[in-house]
């Protein structure tokens, strides 16, 4: 990723251009390292997007409207205070570092005009975004705090003089000279090494041409006059690669973007290292694939065990051979030969010559009456660990499918309410919102219905579906519950592998092809007392293989 000093300058000034004499009219905090403002402009609305996440730090304007936490953060609420309502005066970037200064002129509690700077650094995991009092010098606040313990060079809280980061020890792209140029070696570590605010792909593109200094020079009016050409690189499989304002030559296919906002946005919006779902999903996936793991090592201790126990009808059968042979056996020894009075052969005990005969024999009554003990309780860990294993599995597959915050949202809440996850400390009250299915047509005109997670697939199941309509879920792959309403309607084949194809595609096979699909009336669903949502058991119920799709008659989705 190329957030160089170059696109910083570009940013910046489409920035300057876009918004300055803007009024914020909100602010807006989406994650704890996200900001939004809404700001108001003589040529209209915009909405200004900054990130200080490590992996995705950035600031451009957006389109859409991020969804917003139940209760705004401590820094949001800040900001809000200080910068609801003041004017832009400026935006510009600092020297050629990838720190953007946002310039506002608010007024206070007194009605008195004051100065605030709000200050963008996009460095990587030193990302932040830090509001000062221009007339002290002082940090109000930042959206990362960073204390001695993290940083003792340079802390940013509260009440502390603003310091830029110390600066590198390279010549600033926007004041290199032709005599300091020449004095470079035209490699690109020697020129990444020398010239401050370039990327290495920068750094590469300057070497490749016939005069870096030149070259250079070109890029810096370019940029003074907005000349330069947004990019996004694709990989092999079409996939964002890299973003810049240069024509890189190390990727074949390229997107070009009107503004530097629209290749930004584009970018890591496809990117999936920085999708907003995916982000929100990995931690889920960790927490499911390790208590998945630990599910999968508990099953196989637990079978174990059972083999065991199944095994353990020879201990009954030593207690009666030595209870029979009580006077066959010599004090202090470590065996016994028997006869198997059940079929006539000789079978040898094992003995231990610490107890008396009577004493090892009542040992093996002991240790089978345990054995069967605990072949009955194995048995019902088994079940229950079988039954959190199909759960999760299918909780699993719904978070791989997710393709909104919303539909993580609720994976995360169902989890938390089964008591696989902890509570999350939040303020405020979430409040829960109605269900939503995924709601389909098939080709002959029958209402289709599909659930987003478990509890939504409980609720279509036993709530609003019909004793007489139809019940599809893919064969032992964990998947959505679909719903086909017949609403008085003789079922046709049609809506069948209609249905049947939107189970399909609505599960962990998504990407398979002759996908068994079960389905039957829904009078024949039933839920067993203290299932996890989504368990259900059937019957009646036939099979058809279909390769996953969603009818192409489709309603909008309801997410």
């Known amino acids: 990723m190329a957030f160089d000093g170059i696109i910083t300058a570009a940013a910046a000034r489409e920035l300057k251009n876009t918004l300055v004499l803007g009024k914020i009219e909100k602010v807006y905090q989406p ?32 389109t859409d409207n991020p969804p917003n936490p139940p209760s705004p953060l401590a820094f949001c609420m800040l ?33 008195f005009s004051v100065n605030k700077k709000l200050i963008f650094e996009i460095m990587g995991k030193h990302s932040n975004i830090i509001l000062v009092d221009l007339t002290t010098g002082r940090i109000m606040d930042s959206i990362k705090r960073v204390s001695i313990d993290v940083n003792r060079a340079r802390q940013l809280l509260p009440g502390k003089l603003y310091q ?9 792209f926007w004041t290199l000279t032709r005599q300091q140029a020449e004095g470079l070696n035209q490699d690109p570590k020697t020129l990444l090494s020398a010239i401050g605010g370039i990327s290495p792909a920068a750094a590469r593109f300057l070497a490749d041409s016939s005069n870096p200094f030149e070259a250079l020079e070109e890029i810096r009016q370019a940029l003074k006059a907005g000349a330069l050409t ?32 629209e290749m930004l946005d584009y970018y890591f919006v496809h990117k999936q290292s920085s999708n907003r779902i995916r982000q929100k999903a990995s931690d889920l996936e960790k927490i499911l694939s390790a208590a998945l793991d630990k599910l999968y090592l508990k099953r196989q201790r637990l079978g174990e065990d059972l083999v065991k126990a199944e095994n353990s009808d020879k201990y009954r059968l030593y207690g009666e051979l030595l209870t029979a042979n009580i006077h066959a056996v010599t004090p ?12 006539g052969s000789q079978l040898t ?90 709601q389909y047509t098939t080709g002959d005109g029958f209402r289709v219905l599909a659930g987003h997670n478990n509890k939504e697939n409980d609720l279509l199941t036993f709530k609003m579906a019909g004793s007489k309509d139809y019940w599809f879920h ?16 003789e079922l046709t084949e049609t809506a069948i592998f209609d249905a049947a194809a939107a189970a399909a595609y609505h599960s962990k ?8 699909v079960d389905y039957t009336q829904v009078r024949y669903v039933k839920k067993p007392a203290g299932a996890k949502p989504g368990m259900v058991i059937f019957t009646h119920n036939r099979t058809v293989y279909v390769t996953p799709k969603v009818p192409e008659s489709t309603e909008s989705p309801s997410q």
């Open 332 to 343: 202090g020894a470590d065996k016994v030969t028997v006869i198997n009075y059940y079929d």
């Open 230 to 261: 947004p990019r996004v690189f694709l990989k092999e499989d079409n996939s964002p690669g890299d973003f810049h304002v240069l024509p890189l030559e190390a990727y074949c296919e390229t997107l070009t973007f009107k503004t530097v906002s």
């Open 509 to 516: 096979g998504r990407a398979s092809e002759n996908v068994p």
């Open 79 to 111: 900001l809000r205070k200080h910068l609801q309502g003041g004017r832009i005066t400026d935006i510009a970037q600092k020297d050629s570092e990838r720190i953007i200064e946002m310039t506002l002129e608010t007024v206070d509690e007194l009605g």
């Open 31 to 62: 994650e704890p390292d996200e900001l939004v403002f809404h700001i108001h402009t003589r040529n209209g609305n915009h909405r200004l997007y900054a990130s200080a996440a490590s992996d995705h730090a950035r600031i451009h304007l957006i």
């Open 474 to 489: 893919t064969k032992d792959i964990p998947g959505s519950h679909v719903i086909l309403f017949t609403e008085g309607k």
């Open 349 to 438: 005990i094992p003995l231990d010559p610490k107890y008396a005969p009577a004493k090892n024999a009542q040992r093996y009554f002991k240790k089978y009456g345990k054995a069967k003990t605990a072949l009955k309780e194995k048995k019902i860990q088994m079940e229950e660990t079988d039954q959190d294993i199909l759960y999760l599995e299918s909780a699993s597959a719904f978070l791989e499918n997710a393709e909104t915050v919303d539909e993580v949202d609720a994976i995360r809440e169902e989890l938390t309410e089964s008591g696989f996850l902890r509570r999350r400390k939040v303020s405020g009250v979430k409040k829960k919102g109605k269900a939503k299915p995924f």
């Open 164 to 172: 830029y980061p110390p600066a590198q020890d390279k010549i600033p």
